[in-house]
């Protein structure tokens, strides 16, 4: 019988903060698998209790430096929901198109720095773009494109300062984003080169039976509306969200685990949203995923970096259509007058699913707060994947088995801001 041990990750970098992995190996199967966060907790639904509802916005942009516009859309729709007022048809145009940005910029950086090298044998992405720099050279100015979106809606690249409760403080004009048309242009064609260089990549054999859960929309490939669906039949608006999903305290994480109320877990993010919304693609993005070798659903977890690059590719497809018909909003907001009352409401972060809550006292001010990330909501999944990987590869050699254990990481986009090497990884023999 082969000796026991233990695979055990000291540090791993994620954007939510610093955590572990270990995974012990005993009497021919996995044991026990356990995403570690041990970073303490940053408070953020604590620290926004007596803060105005106007305030919630910009709080918690600062959750994170990749995706501020999904935690800044997840806020500003919650407080417009508590007080029933709905925005106008070219502010609702504007958010997608922030959106979009958000999602190109987010994908293009995981995709091409911090995926990719797992599947072509590389270190980081410094040591592909040594032997591939027309390809990184490419990503990194695809990954611009989205920055720029960013910063013509939202006035920066990072954690913007245009957006407010009921809208936008200034609008763009139309030269600024007819201004964007050309490189989206070349963007369109950078997107499609990007999916046929993924699509390439050595998948492992590794389908697995997810409850996917994500938005879907009447009409739209889903950002931040519609109601929340699920593979296993769940059609909810957005206030019913915590009747069919808890989040509870495990021993090894800081962090807390979101799971079903009747048991399980469950999963967010491209794969999710694509196998939820595939008919919710323009038609000519949905003939790329074909060709890229993706059916109507994809429950591969490895090839979810191929997902990503076709949601890049609907971004630049939706950026287009977006400034192409734009009208600036006149007013660039809806005057919300504050009063009592909670307002509910998810979007889709790159990573996935985002749920929001506030209770708000009559003058405003914030008297609960609840926010369930993306991560949050993947953690037991994450383990799962691990277990089910582990189990039938446990005689692969240990250096092997290690980096096919970050794979299964990051396939779910832990948004590490360098291109270092993720793990660290030491192999314990009891």
Known sequence: MAAARTIRVSALARVEGEGGLTIRLANGKVETVQLSIYEPPRLFEAL???????????????????????????????????????????????????????????????????????????????????????????????????????TAVGGREIHPINVRVGGFYRAPGRPALEALLPKLDWAADAAVATLKWVAGFEFPDFEQDYDFVALRHPSEYPFSEGRIVSSSGLDLPFAEFEQHFVEEQVPHSNALHSRKVTGGGYHVGPLARYSLNFDRLPLAVQAAARGAGLGTVERNPFRSIVVRAVEVLYAVHEARRIIAAYQPPDPPFTEIVPHAGTGAWATEAPRGLLYHRYRLAGDGLIEEARIVPPTSQNQGTIEGDLRNFVTPRMSLPEAELTWRCEQAVRNYDPCISCATHFLKLTVVHA
Request: aromatic share 4%; charged share 20%.
């Open 48 to 150: 926004l209790r007596g803060r105005r509802s106007t305030e919630a916005p910009d709080i918690t942009a600062r959750i994170c430096g990749i995706c501020p516009v999904a935690y800044q859309m997840s806020a500003v729709h919650a407080m417009e929901a508590a007080a029933g007022v709905a925005v106008s048809e070219p502010i609702r145009q504007l958010r997608r198109l922030l959106y979009c940005g958000e999602w190109i910029e987010s994908h293009v950086l995981h995709i091409a720095m911090l995926h990719a090298p797992d599947f072509l044998g590389y270190e980081s992405g410094l040591h592909l773009a040594k032997d591939h720099p027309t390809i990184v050279e490419r990503s990194l100015r695809l990954k611009k494109m989205g920055n720029e979106i960013v």
